[in-house]
């Protein structure tokens, strides 16, 4: 018997309490002081207790217990739905202060029918037998005038025959204009990103060449519930603007947004993907914005009405009261996520989409596909990145986003690690600790 490798122990912030957490065995339990002190001195008062709950186990019975889960997630994967990006053009509307698609080519001339004929062609070939939904990428989608307008159109129409859903991910300035486009074919959500109230988002989103664009997404936001299409609202946070959580958290309350429910949120985080526009001094670490977003909630605590942060598996936890499948990868790209562009391009996810040098092969005008370089995306996961397997982390962190890690290290098999311990020592303590959710 021996202590687990697969065991997160560590102490819950601002507690004397400890909290123990194992992914393979799929347990969890805070531990008081003296019960931690067991576990620090090896001195252990009950060890059935840690094995019954796996943190104390035979090597050779956690071996076992591990291939089987593996292939467990493995196969529930390949049954997976199937997310597909697909980018119309990259021209925006915007110029925001953080885009990192500035410096991407928009290649002008294309047969735009011919294209988008070739892509539901392929995806009815390449994944007929897979559950599967698109997503309008850009650029920005929804662009003004009616050629834009009649592109889409077109894009929704093929999609309806093919009884296929659809998901957008748009600035919001003109998602008012498409509300009746849109409603026919069923729309999973709508992804509109608002980074703040109307001052500290007019000067980070404006239009290009200048204006403000803050009250027509709101509009847009509005237009879309009412019509029963879902909304997933997004902020992305750096140190410009993270001060305004809170205000903005109060603006999206008093509105009546968050309570509806076909709207939901999410923080994003802006960062270096391939470049990044901003000065990179305003950036934060993943950690460092979690610890803010921590500071936040405890003084302002209303901002969890707006939004509740993962802090690693915490809200799930808090929420189910119970453990997460292990999550042997993390990173979708080419196994339950694929990515086209309106060249013919095929890429292998939305971080990699449109960059030069990323495409993995083409629908169009010919099919061909990097059969090698596919293998070596579909083949990433723990088992195969040399730092996960010997990580305590590795099922709750899985290894991270392949794109992030190839533009950090150069490579697609290097970790992208996520600060889990360290999330889960803020999330408990805020979820179980404090009760600030029922604040």
């Known amino acids: 018997m021996y202590f687990s490798g697969y ?91 953080y885009c990192y698609q500035d410096e991407y080519s928009n290649e002008r001339g294309h047969n735009f029918q011919g294209v ?13 037998n897979k559950h599967k939904y698109i997503t309008l990428f850009g650029g920005e989608p929804l662009l003004s005038g009616q050629r834009s307008k009649d592109k889409i159109a077109y894009f929704i129409e093929k999609a309806q025959a093919r009884k296929i859903d659809i998901a957008v991910v748009t600035n919001g300035y003109n998602l008012a204009d498409h509300i009746d486009i849109l409603s026919k ?15 500290v988002h007019n000067r980070r989103r404006p239009l290009r060449g200048g204006g403000a664009t803050f009250d027509e997404i709101v509009e847009g936001i509005d237009r879309a ?141 010919e099919k061909k596909l990097n059969e090698n370089d596919i293998k070596i995306w579909k083949d990433r996961d723990v088992t195969t990145l040399e730092e996960c397997r010997i990580c305590s982390l590795q099922l709750l962190c899985g290894g991270g986003c392949a794109a992030a890690a190839k533009n950090r290290t150069g490579s697609i098999m290097n970790p992208d690690c996520r600060p889990v311990k360290e999330l889960l020592e803020m999330g408990i303590s805020l979820y179980f600790e404090k009760g600030v959710i029922n604040g």
């Not at 196994?335 to 030069?356: L, Q």
């Open 7 to 97: 065991n997160i122990f560590s102490q819950i912030r601002d507690s004397k309490n400890f909290f123990l957490i194992n992914a393979l065995s799929k347990n969890a339990d805070i531990l008081n002081p003296e019960k931690a002190e067991e576990i620090i001195k090896g001195n252990y008062t009950d060890i059935e207790e840690y094995i019954q709950k796996g943190y104390m186990i035979d090597e050779d019975e956690e071996r076992k217990r591990y291939n089987k889960l593996y292939k467990e997630f493995l196969e529930l994967r390949e049954r997976s739905e199937i997310q597909i990006f697909y980018v119309p053009h990259y021209d925006c509307n915007f110029d925001c202060s």
């Open 116 to 128: 988008t004929d070739a892509f539901f062609n392929y995806i009815e070939e390449n994944f007929n």
């Open 185 to 199: 074919v069923k729309i999973r959500e709508i992804q509109v990103t608002l980074d703040g109230t109307e001052n």
């Open 225 to 365: 519930l009412e019509a029963g299409i879902p909304i997933n609202l997004r902020m992305v946070l750096d140190k410009d603007n993270i001060k305004d959580l809170p205000d903005f958290s109060d603006f999206a309350i008093e509105k009546g947004w968050v309570e509806n429910p076909i709207f939901k949120t999410q923080l994003g985080r802006n960062y270096e993907l391939h470049h990044c526009r901003k000065n990179s001094s305003s950036l934060f670490s993943r950690i460092e914005l979690y610890e803010k977003v921590y500071e936040l909630i405890e003084e302002y605590p209303q901002i969890l009405k707006f939004h509740r942060p993962a802090y690693s598996i915490s809200k799930f936890l808090l929420e189910n009261g119970d453990m997460p499948e292990p999550l042997f990868d993390s990173c979708p790209g080419c196994k339950t996520e694929w990515a086209f562009d309106y060249t013919g391009r095929i890429y292998s996810c939305t971080a990699t989409v449109g960059k030069e040098g990323e495409a993995l092969g083409a629908f169009y005008p």
